[in-house]
Structures are given as C-alpha cells and as structure tokens.
C-alpha cells in the first residue's frame, strides 16, 4: 500500500511537490477533491506509474 508521495518533479502540475509533514498519511480508502486543474488526474496518473512500473502521461498509453 501506497503511505504517502514523498516527491513529485516535473510531473504535471507538480514541478516540485514534497510532502509536509502535517499531510496526514494515505489509508485504506482515500478521497481526493480538488477544483479543476488542481491535480486530482495527476495524482491517479502517479499511481498508474506505480503500478505499471513505467511513466504514465496519457490514458491512450493503456
């Protein structure tokens, strides 16, 4: 199980995310809101990466 991003660079809208630590810990069941453009896409793409151990820009890659 994914606990948190630490780092994110140059990754969509993240050109340089880390995580503070008053950001609590992902769980078992995580809800993720956000106004347009804020990143919500991203951060699934991120998680898409993880799983197929490769980088995903795109759906299309699928």
Same mark, same amino acid.
């Given at each position: 199980?994914?606990?948190? =991003? ?5 990754? *969509? ?7 503070? #630590? ?9 809800? =993720? ?5 804020? *990143? ?7 998680? #898409? ?14």
């Amino acid at each position: 199980m994914i606990a948190k =991003i630490s780092k994110l660079k140059n990754f *969509g809208i993240f050109h340089d995310f880390s995580w503070k #630590a008053e950001l609590p810990e992902f769980q078992r069941f995580n809800l =993720i809101y956000g106004w347009n453009r804020s *990143g919500k896409t991203t951060v699934s793409r991120v998680f #898409a990466s993880c799983e197929r151990k490769c980088v995903v820009i795109n759906e299309k890659q699928w």
